[in-house]
């Protein structure tokens, strides 16, 4: 068996579960993704999902389904997804071993 894209922390499969519960009843899953952009050159993308992609790499870990972006496996390999919560803020948080870089500001990331 491969090893999984990315892992879970408890408290992301937690939190994960807690907004698929308030999602709209046709909402199967959060999708996982990249995108061009920030300071850094590349962005963490996160959204629900109503639909699997033929293409998607699907994660299933501590009870909760997480779609990754088949453009997006190469820039995930062995990232840990975390959730995070602050006193003022609380966010998921992905400690990505691909990353070179990432901006003073957490909201980019670079690879070489």
């Known amino acids: 068996m491969s090893e999984q894209v990315i892992r879970l922390s408890q408290n992301a499969a937690e939190r994960i579960k807690d907004i698929m519960s308030k999602a709209e009843e046709t909402t199967i899953g959060v999708r996982v993704g990249v995108k061009s952009g920030g300071c850094a050159g590349m962005s963490y993308v996160m959204e629900y999902t109503k639909e699997v992609n033929s293409s998607?790499?699907?994660?299933?870990?501590?009870?909760?389904?997480v779609f990754i972006d088949s453009s997006a496996v190469m820039y995930l390999l062995g990232t840990e997804m975390d959730y995070k919560k602050e006193e003022l803020s609380s966010s998921f948080?992905?400690?990505?071993?691909?990353?070179?870089e990432r901006c003073g500001c957490g909201e980019s990331f670079k690879v070489e």
Do not use: H
Not at 56 to 65: Q, T
Not at 93 to 100: A, D, I, L, M, R
């Open 93 to 100: 948080v992905f400690n990505n071993p691909n990353e070179t």
């Open 56 to 65: 998607d790499e699907v994660i299933e870990d501590k009870g909760v389904k």
